[in-house]
C-alpha cells in the first residue's frame, strides 16, 4: 500500500486485471476515522468488485486504533493491516506510528489486539526486516505469538 497510488481508482483497475490478489487500501490513520464519523465513506467506501481488500490503518493508540477498527464493521474489509512499516519522515519521523512502531514491540501487539476485537476480522501487520540496530521483525514477532496475526507484510 502507497499513500496516493493504492487509491480507489488504481484497486479497481488492478481489480479487472486480476482476481487473484489481494488488495490494500492507502493508509489512513485511525484519528481520521474517529475525528470525522460524518464522512467515513470518504475514507472506507469501495466498490465490492474489490473484495479481497484489506484496510491499512495507522496508529498508536490501542484504544484508538479499536474504536477506529469498530468504525469500520460496517464496510466488510476483509482484514485489517497495521502499518508498522512507513518509513515516511511524516509518519515513523515524528515517531508516532509507521517504521518507529517496530521500536516497540509490546505497542504493536496491544495495538493488534485492539484491532482485532474491534476489527472482528485478521489483522495483518506491515513491517520492515528491521529497523534500528536492535530491532527485527522478529521481536515483533515474539511480541505477537499469543495473538491470531495471520501474516506480516
Not at 24 to 39: A, G, H, I, R
Not at 68 to 96: H, M, W
Amino acid at each position: 500500500p502507497m499513500m496516493e497510488w493504492t487509491d480507489p481508482h488504481y484497486r479497481h483497475l488492478a481489480r479487472l486485471l486480476t482476481h487473484h490478489t489481494w488488495l490494500y487500501t492507502e493508509m489512513v490513520v485511525d484519528k481520521t476515522l474517529l475525528y470525522n464519523p460524518d464522512s467515513l465513506e470518504k475514507w472506507l467506501e469501495f466498490s465490492p468488485i474489490q473484495h479481497p481488500v484489506v484496510l491499512q490503518l495507522g496508529g498508536s493508540d490501542p484504544e484508538s486504533l479499536g474504536a477506529a477498527a469498530r468504525l469500520t464493521r460496517p464496510f466488510q474489509y476483509d482484514e485489517i493491516n497495521l502499518n508498522c512499516g512507513c518509513p515516511s519522515e511524516k509518519v515513523a519521523g515524528a515517531g508516532c506510528f509507521g517504521a518507529s512502531l517496530m521500536l516497540e514491540p509490546e505497542l504493536v501487539a496491544d495495538c493488534a489486539s485492539a484491532i482485532a476485537e474491534g476489527g472482528n476480522v485478521e489483522v495483518t501487520i506491515k513491517c520492515r526486516i528491521g529497523y534500528a540496530p536492535r530491532t527485527s521483525i522478529y521481536s515483533i514477532g515474539y511480541a505477537l505469538e499469543h495473538l491470531n496475526v495471520v501474516q506480516y507484510i
